[in-house]
């Protein structure tokens, strides 16, 4: 208890630390009107007589006045301003009984207050967030009171000796959704248990004033910083932000101290409870943010880029986080645990908080919209393959064959070619391992080309020619000039993909009993967690080529797509994964040799001359 009581009086005095910087900027406020003050009551007085004092009083009133109204407009947009919070999907007591159940017996074992409500992220994270700010409403009846009655207007109607009693509500408990699906029981309350027992010091009335005084100022730099086009609006912008920002470089260090007396705190409260069970719950907690990261990159990144949704994403990272410990030998145990009960048994209906956090999720890291819509849907698992997986491949290699076409390459060569007409995968590997030509290379149509669909004939002649690079693109790791170009084309096409795609707005539906995601936030800021990077010219182009092979494998081969739930979008040929096609793409996208893909082609009985179906 040592360390618990000293992590709560370091927290207690840099809390009032704090509350000292927003007594100082009170009293440098006040100070002008307590010198007018002064003034009138000498001259009040018989004393500080003559002209020159009689100016000073109007001089120091006049800057009173104006210091007051700018520190009550400071004031008031502190107070007022709504303070960040993290975007979560609530959970209602009704939908998670269980749940709450669980963390208020958690609490009683701390002895700490209970959250006041529970919510989820999808991030593997947890935490407590104060959404107690007169922005965001009064706080709730407290319903232990016994001179409360039912809630409601009519229960209170008479009630004029007894008027209910407000009670500063505790925070919000986030929990990280993959948390519920991935962690049994017992390893949830242990993960748990430092979160919960940090709600003890928001019941305290310094650090919660600190607290609602630093958020304030946060917001404050918020609100200065959406700047107005009235040059008076500007002004008054610039100095409520340099005021904020002040009073932060003044509390900063102050308030970080104090978050850290109170994390030690809450962290040797929590040891008595579930001590063992909370080494090995830690080691989930790092292995399900692994796996959460693949599948968002791997998984579901594909599909919101195609405007699909995965509906149940935290199911999705079980299978992942699975596949995961069959693979890892280090996780050689943990596939063990799902013979226990999962957390989200916890929950009334899983499925429908599952497609809540998994829009949120798609909101977050994509920035795609609120609701679903016609360019905007949910996808199953089971659809996934069908939906996604065969989608993308024909779609980039559509796009593959129309940079072709616009760079005036002929659609096939040879006697083998059954249909003079299609797309093959003969012509994109022709293409890349040809010689590069010494002088020029022909030059992209600004129309971006025919369709690969297109039933006419490649140009007899190639466009005028244009200055070519004199150099490979050794920086996208492309070792032929051939190459260079394509990746150029693809990338002109893609941004002509991107200007020419509408704008997403979601179409209204009925009501469909899924969760709502509160509270709102700023529409322009997303994504807030992008997780596309900037795809290089070697990654661009070997993501279409293999787009290309794939679709020769379903078409020709027999081939079927599939779902890695680690590495994504898969090839099934005899029902395996295909896991070797990879280096021989690179093969011939960085060095132009087609012969390592060509064998592997052979083998696999695919017919890279025959035409295949795109998009």
């Not at 007591?93 to 409500?117: C, Q, T, W």
């Not at 994390?263 to 989930?284: H, K, N, T």
């Not at 059954?418 to 797309?423: C, L, V």
Request: proline share 10%; charged share 25%.
């Amino acid at each position: 208890m040592g360390v618990v009581e000293g992590g709560a009086r370091t927290a207690r005095s840099r809390a009032l630390a704090v509350l000292r910087v927003r007594s100082r900027a009170l009293a440098v406020a006040l100070l002008p009107a307590a010198l007018a003050v002064v003034l009138l009551a000498g001259g009040s007085a018989g004393h500080l007589l003559g002209r020159g004092w009689d100016l000073a009083r109007w001089v120091v009133g006049v800057v009173a006045v104006v210091v007051l109204l700018l520190a009550a407009g400071v004031g008031l947009v502190v107070a007022r301003a709504r303070p960040a919070m993290t975007p979560t999907v609530p959970i209602p007591e009704e939908s998670a009984p269980d749940l709450y159940r669980l963390v208020r017996d958690l609490a009683d074992r701390l002895d700490v207050p209970a959250p006041s409500a529970i919510a989820l992220t999808p991030d593997c994270d947890s935490w407590l967030e104060d959404r107690t700010h007169p922005a965001h409403g009064p706080p709730p009846l407290d319903p232990r009171d016994p001179r409360e009655g039912p809630a409601g207007p009519d229960a209170l109607r008479g009630l004029s000796s007894a008027r209910p009693r407000r009670r500063a509500a505790a925070p919000v408990l986030v929990i990280g959704s993959p948390f519920l699906w991935w962690m049994r029981v017992g390893e949830l309350r242990a993960v748990l248990a430092p979160v919960v027992a940090g709600t003890e010091p928001s019941a305290q009335p310094d650090i919660a004033a600190a607290r609602r005084f630093v958020r304030g100022l946060d917001a404050a730099v918020a609100v200065a910083s959406t700047t107005g086009r009235c040059p008076l609006s500007r002004s008054v912008c610039v100095g409520l932000g340099w005021v904020a920002r002040l009073l932060l470089r003044g509390c900063r260090e102050h308030a970080a101290e104090m978050e850290r007396g109170v994390a030690a705190a809450a962290a040797e409260r929590a040891q008595a409870v579930d001590y063992g069970l909370r080494i090995v719950a830690q080691e989930q907690v790092g292995l399900a943010y692994a796996g959460w990261d693949r599948l968002l990159t791997r998984v579901a990144l594909p599909a919101w880029r195609m405007g699909r949704w995965p509906s149940r994403l935290d199911a999705g990272v079980v299978a992942a986080l699975t596949e995961l410990s069959r693979r890892d030998r280090l996780a050689e145990g943990f596939a063990s645990r799902l013979g226990e009960r999962p957390a989200c048994d916890l929950l009334e209906e899983p499925g429908a908080v599952d497609e809540a956090t998994s829009l949120l999720a798609a909101r977050l890291f994509h920035g795609g919209p609120a609701e679903r819509g016609p360019d905007w849907s949910p996808v199953d698992w089971r659809e996934y393959p069908d939906e996604v997986v065969d989608r993308k491949w024909r779609t980039d290699a559509a796009r593959l064959h129309r940079v072709l076409d616009a760079l005036g390459v002929r659609r096939s060569s040879g006697p083998a070619a059954t249909d003079p007409h299609g797309p093959t995968l003969a012509r994109v590997m022709e293409h890349l391992s040809a010689p590069s030509p010494t002088s020029a290379t022909p030059e992209l149509s600004e129309q971006g080309g025919s369709s690969a669909d297109d039933a006419g004939s490649a140009p007899s002649a190639p466009p005028p020619p244009a200055t070519a690079p004199t150099a490979p693109d050794e920086e996208a790791g492309l070792g032929t000039e051939r190459g260079a170009v394509l990746v150029a084309g693809l990338s002109a096409e893609l941004a002509r993909e991107e200007a020419a795609a509408p704008a997403v707005s979601p179409a209204p539906e009925e009501d469909t009993g899924r969760l709502p995601v509160t509270p709102e936030w700023d529409e322009g800021s997303l994504p807030l967690f992008p997780l596309e990077p900037p795809r290089t010219g070697r990654e661009l182009l070997a993501d279409h080529v293999t787009a290309m092979v794939c679709c020769a494998a379903m078409d020709t081969a027999g081939a079927t797509p599939g779902l890695d739930w680690l590495d994504g979008p898969a090839l099934l040929i005899n029902g395996e994964r295909a896991t070797d096609l990879g280096p021989r793409v690179l093969a011939l996208v960085e060095n132009g040799d087609p012969v390592p893909l060509r064998t592997w082609l052979v083998d696999s009985g695919i017919r890279p001359e025959k035409p295949v179906r795109l998009v």
